[in-house]
């Protein structure tokens, strides 16, 4: 497929006519690959660093002070599967994974984040960036729920952390699931976990550990999806030195490997 810049409202209209592409869409705020519609997608909310021009001259944190809090290369983790969308801006310009009215960040892990506050236009254009990208999921959302009644609709929800900054060891997969209804989903996230450690032998494949699934991606869709089965995926960032932001590119191709295979037999492909 040919990679075009699309509105939101063209966007819109090839998902609700089923149509495969491959846009990003005319804010650059995001991108978005469907190859054929299949009955779960990928997504990596945090892989995305760019920020708008008038606000990087504002924002106190550098390049590499931004990075070392997104999840870069987690789109590539998922680059293969047939439904894949990702953020292209940084999570200090606006958080998709943040419930609207806290997804402009004022301050971030005790740091001020602007070094002026932003003007209510500068916050609306980041607000209006995070409600284009809620518009498509929703959308795409509505589409497969359609196409697929019969079952359930499958999000894979992928980040990564930060694991220096831990006292103790922790998990290098954890999976989040205190805002998914277990006794509806609890089998399926067993089964989950059994996969991930199955294709991920050598590694310590946790629940709740680290990061318990409080995200605001997560969150918005199963309160409009309830046959939506949000996997909020977290993986420690062995794939790099988190403080250099040096990658380790034989670990980046193993991950991505390992995650599609258990997305294969999760799905039962």
């Given at each position: 497929m040919t990679l075009i810049k699309c509105s939101i409202d063209q966007i819109i209209d090839r998902i609700r006519r089923h149509e495969p592409f491959e846009a990003v869409d005319d804010y650059y705020g995001f991108y978005l690959k469907i190859e054929t519609y299949v009955p779960y997608f990928a997504a990596a909310v945090h892989d995305g660093n760019q920020m708008r021009p008038e606000l990087i001259k504002k924002c106190t944190l550098s390049h590499a002070e931004r990075l070392y809090e997104e999840d870069p290369y987690t789109a590539y983790f998922i680059s293969n599967q047939p439904i894949v969308i990702k953020g292209l801006d940084s999570r200090f310009e606006y958080d998709l994974n943040r419930f609207q009215e806290d997804a402009v960040y004022e301050t971030a892990w005790g740091r001020t984040v602007w070094a002026e506050p932003l003007s209510s236009d500068e916050k609306e254009m980041s607000l209006?960036?995070?409600?284009?990208?809620?518009?498509?999921?929703?959308?795409?959302?509505?589409?497969?729920?359609?196409?697929?009644?019969?079952?359930?609709?499958?999000?894979?929800?992928?980040?990564?952390?930060?694991?220096?900054?831990?006292?103790?060891?922790?998990?290098?997969?954890?999976i989040g699931t205190t805002q998914l209804n277990r006794t509806i989903w609890g089998a399926?996230?067993?089964?989950?976990?059994?996969?991930?450690?199955a294709c991920f032998p050598n590694y310590w494949v946790a629940e709740n550990d680290t990061f318990f699934g409080k995200?605001?991606?997560?969150?918005?869709?199963?309160?409009?999806?309830?046959?939506?089965?949000?996997?909020?995926?977290?993986?420690?960032?062995?794939?790099?030195?988190?403080?250099?932001?040096?990658?380790?590119?034989?670990?980046?191709?193993?991950?991505?490997?390992?995650?599609?295979?258990?997305?294969?037999?999760?799905?039962?492909?």
């Amino acid at each position: 497929m040919t990679l075009i810049k699309c509105s939101i409202d063209q966007i819109i209209d090839r998902i609700r006519r089923h149509e495969p592409f491959e846009a990003v869409d005319d804010y650059y705020g995001f991108y978005l690959k469907i190859e054929t519609y299949v009955p779960y997608f990928a997504a990596a909310v945090h892989d995305g660093n760019q920020m708008r021009p008038e606000l990087i001259k504002k924002c106190t944190l550098s390049h590499a002070e931004r990075l070392y809090e997104e999840d870069p290369y987690t789109a590539y983790f998922i680059s293969n599967q047939p439904i894949v969308i990702k953020g292209l801006d940084s999570r200090f310009e606006y958080d998709l994974n943040r419930f609207q009215e806290d997804a402009v960040y004022e301050t971030a892990w005790g740091r001020t984040v602007w070094a002026e506050p932003l003007s209510s236009d500068e916050k609306e254009m980041s607000l209006e960036k995070y409600s284009r990208f809620y518009r498509v999921v929703f959308t795409l959302l509505e589409e497969l729920t359609r196409l697929f009644s019969d079952r359930r609709i499958t999000v894979y929800d992928i980040h990564s952390y930060n694991y220096k900054r831990w006292d103790r060891q922790v998990p290098e997969i954890n999976i989040g699931t205190t805002q998914l209804n277990r006794t509806i989903w609890g089998a399926e996230i067993r089964r989950y976990l059994d996969v991930l450690q199955a294709c991920f032998p050598n590694y310590w494949v946790a629940e709740n550990d680290t990061f318990f699934g409080k995200g605001g991606f997560l969150g918005q869709i199963i309160k409009q999806f309830p046959n939506a089965l949000v996997l909020a995926t977290e993986f420690k960032k062995f794939y790099c030195d988190e403080l250099t932001g040096r990658f380790y590119w034989e670990q980046l191709a193993d991950t991505k490997e390992r995650l599609e295979q258990v997305i294969k037999l999760y799905e039962g492909e």
